[in-house]
């Protein structure tokens, strides 16, 4: 079992910038990737980015040269730092971990970008 609680979401304006964190707990040495999706209201979840246990990195087109996905091993969290955020990256944010033959789900946080 593996529990994911993410936290930093909240209102900002457009331009500004959000740090999103993932902190995992419970079988966390058996993660080999860890990602960041979205959810746009009656849309289903896209990947914005994600990490894996090796360091690689990949990013969505939408989101390349504003996010940044990385991690602190010794915290067990993985981070999403968004920057030049436009209102079009307004969504439900979830971090997914993936473990051979499964994947865990954090509960989500809302990032709302308006003036």
């Known amino acids: 079992q593996v529990q994911l609680v993410e936290s930093g979401g909240g209102l900002v304006q457009p331009g500004g910038s959000l740090r999103l964190s993932c902190a995992a707990s419970g079988s966390i040495s058996s993660i080999y990737a860890m990602d960041w999706y979205r959810q746009f209201p009656g849309k289903q979840r896209e990947l914005v980015a994600f990490?894996?246990?090796?360091?690689?990195?990949n990013y969505a087109d939408s989101v390349k040269g504003r996010f940044t996905i990385s991690r602190a091993n010794a915290k067990n969290t993985v981070y999403l730092q968004m920057n030049s955020l436009k209102p079009e990256d307004t969504a439900v944010y979830y971090c997914?971990?993936?473990?051979?033959?499964?994947?865990?789900w954090g509960q989500g946080t809302q990032v709302t970008v308006s003036s």
């Open positions: 997914n971990a993936r473990i051979p033959q499964r994947t865990y």
């Open positions: 990490i894996t246990s090796g360091g690689s990195t």
